[in-house]
């Protein structure tokens, strides 16, 4: 399967949307006459990155494997582009180069036990890793217990693992779960975005993409903006069946393993703040309660 169209399809409507986003007061560039299109035109954004509009042209349309990195330098700062986007474009030019030989099927995260056991002894803070697909790979008592509605989800039952994005994108109780859905949308899809770009062989990750495109109106939308993350953290505010309403902090962390790169969500609380109390039972009811081990895909 030739990967290549739409390949030029992605580096077209990322470059377009960012474009798009610019004004050229933002810019510094002189206003005049009105403009069809929102954003910067594209022999706008050729001046500030001090390359020729056909050369631009032909760079928006997708041929992007021979440019080097220093044009590409000069484009990202033309766009005006964050760190995660930068990177996400420079994945996208790796991945247009040729390649030497067939990309192998990539092996999935494998957890070595010593990150286990730094989970575990984590007891007031729920603690997970998570693969750039969003499948949960490892946790511990109180990450299960905070996540149980994801965990007991029938989006989980059926696939054998547990993903935040299939979870939060094709599971009405997510709406309820996450008490800003709107925003847990939106990390989602970005995070997928810029897994995309760093793993364009990924098949598992195509499925999933597909699974989401096809069931989620929500997740089609969110996606077509091309919006891209590599890592998050902030406030995330849940609502727990069990203890109600809770707002926490949570630090995602890259955690580099043999095969390939994972990463570290914790959860906390606010120490003397009503959440922290109810982390607190919640730690108390995971004691209580086998942790049943992380499942494996099938």
């Known amino acids: 399967m030739d990967d290549r169209p739409d390949h030029r399809a992605q580096i077209r409507d990322f470059l377009t949307?960012?474009?798009?986003?610019?004004?050229?007061?933002?810019?510094?560039?002189?206003?005049?006459?009105?403009?069809?299109?929102?954003?910067?035109?594209?022999?706008?954004?050729?001046?500030?990155?001090?390359?020729?509009?056909?050369?631009?042209?032909?760079?928006?349309?997708?041929?992007?494997?021979?440019v080097s990195e220093e044009v590409l330098d000069a484009v990202a700062q033309a766009l005006r582009l964050d760190q995660d986007?930068?990177?996400?474009?420079f994945d996208l030019a790796r991945a247009a180069r040729p390649a030497r030989?067939?990309?192998?099927?990539?092996?999935?995260?494998?957890?070595?036990?010593?990150?286990?056991?730094?989970?575990?002894?984590?007891t007031m803070s729920a603690a997970f890793v998570r693969n750039g697909r969003q499948d949960v790979v490892a946790h511990n008592a109180l990450a299960r217990t905070l996540l149980a509605p994801v965990f007991d989800s029938p989006t989980t039952a059926e696939h054998g693992r547990a993903n935040l994005a299939r979870y939060i994108f094709l599971d009405p109780g997510s709406q309820q779960f996450f008490a800003d859905w709107d925003a847990a949308t939106v990390v989602a899809a970005a995070l997928?975005?810029?897994?995309?770009?760093?793993?364009?062989h990924d098949r598992?990750?195509?499925?999933?993409?597909?699974?989401?495109s096809t069931l989620s109106t929500e997740f089609r939308s969110r996606w077509a903006v091309h919006d891209v993350r590599l890592s998050h953290h902030g406030g995330k505010r849940l609502w727990h069946p069990q203890v109600g309403d809770l707002d926490l902090t949570y630090q995602s962390l890259d955690l580099p393993t043999s095969n390939r790169t994972a990463h570290l969500t914790i959860y906390t609380a606010e120490?003397?703040?009503?959440?922290?109390?109810?982390?607190?039972l919640l730690t108390s009811l995971a004691a209580t309660q086998?942790?049943?081990p992380t499942s494996h895909p099938r």
């Open 17 to 66: 949307t960012r474009r798009a986003k610019l004004t050229p007061e933002q810019v510094g560039l002189p206003t005049s006459g009105r403009r069809r299109v929102p954003g910067l035109r594209r022999e706008e954004v050729a001046v500030l990155a001090g390359v020729s509009t056909e050369w631009y042209t032909r760079l928006e349309k997708g041929h992007i494997g021979g």
């Open 192 to 200: 997928l975005r810029a897994e995309a770009g760093r793993e364009p």
């Open 290 to 292: 086998p942790t049943p």
């Open 204 to 212: 598992a990750l195509r499925d999933l993409i597909g699974e989401l």
């Open 85 to 89: 986007e930068r990177a996400y474009l």
């Open 101 to 122: 030989r067939t990309p192998s099927r990539r092996r999935d995260v494998q957890i070595p036990p010593r990150v286990q056991w730094l989970l575990d002894s984590m």
């Open 271 to 280: 120490p003397g703040s009503t959440s922290e109390d109810r982390i607190k």
